[in-house]
């Protein structure tokens, strides 16, 4: 059956602990570990007051030149969770577009005239080229950096590879996160199933051996959420003969590519010789964790 599974979040910092605590949540076990480190950078405000202000992480939000004055310009977000950080920070016209970098074009596009002045707070590495879109599209767009990531060193991970062998998952939230876990994985042999929160995270791992590669139907928390709560916690599913009840549209294409071979589907770990988790209590986070931020926090 499946059941409750022993995670590591890579998440970066600090919203790898709202994960974990979403997680623990649904009933899994959680180690929080990043696989990025966020490093700000010197960010300017723009010449003049923007049309629109736009963000794509939480982090661009946390990092961004505050200006009061702008407070009432109109802000778009990649998703309801940046949003509600950008409200946090007094934002107060708000337009999430609930999904991917495409599904933000959109809502752009069909929502704001031209020619409007559009300011992009954001990575260093961003996941697309919206300013270059929305330019093309007859706006003046710019992009302001305000934040970079870069992989985290060896030694701080020394904790979340001790307990690779233990892992029955992994969760990846960015594309360069997952390929900073691709090396980690290629070269330790670990196997077993890795959450994705989109497909763009997928298609760094798809060629790693080993692994089954599970996608969010949206790339969005609530949609990886739901993933991992077809996935059991304290929500109990059938067993796996059951397999009609798992093909109804729950399951993702992988799993149910398993489920049609009639195999077991993680009835235990075989990178770690003991079976239960209890046995394994000395690698996991503590929790509750009193550093965790409430569930609105990203």
């Not at 692994?211 to 996935?231: C, D, G, K």
């Amino acid at each position: 059956m499946l059941g409750p599974l022993f995670l590591w979040v890579t998440r970066s910092a600090p919203y790898n602990r709202l994960t974990g605590h979403r997680v623990r949540g649904i009933g899994h076990t959680v180690l929080t570990s990043p696989v990025l480190k966020v490093r700000p950078t010197a960010a300017f405000s723009p010449p003049m007051r923007p049309d629109v202000i736009v963000f794509t992480s939480a982090q661009g939000v946390r990092h961004h030149p505050l200006d009061p004055a702008y407070l009432d310009v109109p802000v778009f977000t990649v998703g309801d969770r940046t949003a509600e950080a950008a409200g946090r920070r007094g934002y107060r016209h708000l337009y999430s577009a609930r999904g991917n970098l495409s599904d933000l074009q959109r809502l752009i596009v069909t929502t704001v005239p031209r020619p409007a002045y559009v300011v992009h707070f954001s990575a260093m590495e961003p996941a697309g080229d919206l300013v270059g879109y929305l330019n093309m599209s007859g706006y003046e767009a710019d992009r302001y950096v305000v934040y970079e990531t870069e992989p985290v060193e060896d030694e701080a991970l020394v904790r979340a590879f001790q307990a690779l062998p233990a892992l029955d998952g992994i969760i990846t939230h960015s594309a360069k996160g997952a390929r900073r876990l691709a090396q980690i994985i290629s070269g330790r042999r670990w196997h077993g199933i890795v959450f994705c929160i989109s497909e763009a995270c997928a298609a760094e791992l798809r060629e790693v051996p080993g692994l089954l590669v599970e996608v969010a139907a949206r790339p969005t928390e609530q949609s990886l959420m739901n993933l991992l709560r077809f996935h059991a916690g304290r929500r109990g599913v059938p067993l796996c003969s059951t397999t009609h009840d798992l093909s109804r549209g729950a399951a993702t294409a992988p799993t149910k590519r398993l489920l049609a071979t009639g195999a077991p589907l993680f009835f235990a770990n075989d990178n770690y010789p003991a079976r239960d988790l209890k046995s394994r209590t000395a690698l996991f986070d503590p929790s509750p964790d009193p550093d965790d931020p409430p569930p609105t926090a990203a």
